[in-house]
């Protein structure tokens, strides 16, 4: 056995997970539903075997080595953000206050900041969603979204009747690029989803109709697997067809949440999030580094961005975090504070077992479904507060707080940008970043060794 873990799940710890991994990267996950994890907890923390892992002389003799530690779903007050506590759920009373008697939203900003602390009722997604998804302006009165969802409801017959319009030749070719996969995909999509259970469900047609006119609107991107993902939470809350398109059509061109699989889009994503571990999480960045470039591809978190966590967490955790990321509040990126957090949180066993890039794989593979949504939420609002709090930024996250509006930096406070270094064909930083130089010492207080990177800014764990 390599490793022991529990994690619970439940403010009281009581209830959760017991993760047993052995050396061979084979993982077994024991679910407490109903209670007595706790007690096993305490019979654990008696057990020679699992204390005696806490001595540092026991790492002499690798066969007896174990790991063992306890994660529970409380963070320490150093961190959680301060604001952590004081927003709730958005209701439908909450969510009037913030509509004029026009029906527009008034302040934007405070809607946004809402629904990134508390989330959005069930009840009212499917009328809230629309404007996160940007299908509606904020500033649009009730009369003018009439108008432009019927305006809408019209292009979207139109995109219809030019896929049902092809000619022979047209409609082989899309079969072959599109439509044959959308048609595997759709029939195996939330399927225990009451909305779209049973035999010849009319949603599971709305839904692939939805794909195949997608396809037909945007080419260049057409559809590929796990679209059907993405699409299906959205019909299930706005139920109207046309509505969810647009709504798809909003995700799919104005968020940065959603990546597609083209190599400079998800290379583009890596790029941020490495340099988000290294100022983050050091000693996890530098196990990637030591892997080399398998590595450094992180190829663990591939799916957790193309599916924007869909497969890694419970539905209704999954979707509280897409609420998070479509609410732009503070960042654009907040889904690369939600990839660092389960780094943080879910990560140690990466680097104390010192596992290889196809091991890495396996372990968080085999922990989805099985992490605390909520926590890892917690944890990300956590570290993008921190990383507003540093005095500067390396110019590599510059445009990780560029296309933000109003709230990133709210308190006209703007960090310094320092120069990495790093800008091939570029004799300056492009973002006029300065380069510190160290002032000179005596070479008697000079000292050789490894630099470590990132040295400057400084995050708690």
């Known amino acids: 056995m390599r490793s022991l873990r529990l994690f619970f799940s439940d403010e009281a710890c009581t209830s959760g997970q017991l993760v047993i991994a052995s050396r061979e990267s ?20 008696r057990w020679k075997y699992c204390a005696e892992t806490h001595l540092k002389d026991q790492v002499a003799d690798e066969k007896t080595c174990m790991q063992f530690s306890i994660r529970r779903p409380k963070l320490p007050s150093s961190e959680t953000h301060p604001e952590e506590s004081m927003y709730k759920r958005l209701d439908v009373a909450a969510w009037l206050r913030h509509l004029n008697e026009l ?14 602390f508390g989330g959005i009722d069930v009840s009212i997604r499917g009328e809230v969603w629309p404007f996160l998804l ?12 009439e108008a432009l969802r019927a305006q809408k409801r019209r292009e979207y017959a139109e995109i219809q009747q030019k896929r049902l319009s092809m000619t022979p030749e047209e409609h082989r070719a899309f079969w072959r690029d599109v439509q044959f996969t959308v048609d595997k995909d759709v029939v195996r999509t939330d399927r225990s989803n009451q909305f779209f259970r049973g035999e010849d469900n009319p949603n599971v047609e709305s839904m692939r109709r939805i794909l195949l006119n997608y396809a037909v609107h945007n080419p260049a991107i057409g559809y590929f697997q ?56 050091l000693r996890f960045y530098q196990h990637l580094v030591s892997l080399g470039e398998d590595g450094l591809q992180m190829l663990f978190c591939h799916r957790w961005l193309l599916l924007c966590f869909k497969r890694e967490f419970p539905e209704a955790e999954a979707l509280r975090i897409w609420e998070a990321c479509w609410a732009h509040y503070q960042t654009d990126y907040f889904h690369l504070f939600i990839c660092v957090a ?23 593979g085999n922990l989805a479904l099985h992490m605390n949504g909520e926590l890892v939420l917690r944890k990300a609002r956590s570290l993008l507060h921190q990383f507003r709090l540093l005095p500067r930024i390396p110019c590599s996250l510059h445009d990780l707080c560029k296309l933000c509006g109003t709230g990133m930096w709210d308190s006209g406070y703007m960090p310094a940008v320092e120069c990495t270094g790093h800008h091939p064909g570029s004799e300056s930083c492009p973002y006029g970043g300065m380069v510190e130089t160290p002032s000179p010492k005596p070479p008697r207080e000079v000292k050789k060794g490894p630099k470590m990177p990132r040295e400057g800014f400084g995050f708690r764990r």
Request: charged share 25%; proline share 2%; hydrophobic share 40%.
């Open 342 to 364: 389960i780094v943080a949180i879910y990560g140690d066993d990466v680097i104390e077992q010192q596992l290889a890039t196809d091991q890495m794989l396996l372990h968080f």
């Open 103 to 116: 029906g527009q939203v008034e302040e934007g900003y405070k809607l946004r900041k809402a629904i990134f």
């Open 226 to 281: 796990g679209m059907s993902d993405l699409v299906a939470p959205i019909l299930a809350e706005v139920r109207d067809e046309s509505d969810t398109f647009w709504c798809f059509v909003g995700l799919m061109q104005n968020t940065l949440f959603v990546s597609s699989p083209r190599d400079e889009d998800m290379e583009k994503q890596l790029l941020y999030l490495r340099e988000l571990l290294r100022l983050t999480h």
């Open 134 to 145: 940007r299908y509606y302006s904020l500033e649009s009165t009730s009369q003018e979204r």
């Open 26 to 45: 084979q993982y077994k996950v024991f679910h407490f539903h109903h209670g007595g994890l706790d007690k096993l907890s305490d019979v654990f923390q």
